[in-house]
Nanobody, 124 residues
Framework: QVQLVESGGGSVQAGGSLRLSCVTS??????MAWFRHVSGKEREGVAV???????DYSDSVKGRFIISKDNAKNTLYLQMNNLRPEDAAMYYC????????????????????WGQGTQVTVSS
């Protein structure tokens, strides 16, 4: 089992920055990712990092968001810069224990453990 607890959400004006954190416990994960969800839309994978530090991002956040992790603190981060109103969503941390071939996954079905979410609001 993996337990995930997010924090760091809040309200920010467009162009601003936020850093989300996700404290993990339990088994070590091969992949950890950030997803976001807006009511009425599919949950979207925005950033992933694997145990080797390889990262990938959705096109919608590439160049603005940075995913990182601190293994000593068992914490995953998402630095979000130049935020836009369309970035407003509930953000979730997710973990996958097992390796899979190909690039680090950003599909919802690839992840087995989820946090409770943290809300991000961006005003224009």
């Amino acid at each position: 089992q993996v337990q995930l607890v997010e924090s760091g959400g809040g309200s920010v004006q467009a162009g601003g920055s936020l850093r989300l954190s996700c404290v993990t416990s339990g088994y070590s994960s091969t992949y950890m990712a950030w997803f976001r969800h807006v009511s009425g839309k599919e949950r979207e994978g925005v950033a992933v990092i694997d145990s080797g530090g390889r990262t990938d991002y959705s096109d919608s956040v590439k160049g603005r968001f940075i995913i990182s992790k601190d293994n000593a603190k068992n914490t995953l981060y998402l630095q979000m810069n130049n935020l836009r109103p369309e970035d407003a969503a509930m953000y979730y941390c997710a973990a996958r224990l097992y390796w899979r071939p190909g690039p680090p996954p950003l599909g919802r079905a690839d992840y087995h453990f989820w946090g409770q979410g943290t809300q991000v609001t961006v005003s224009s």
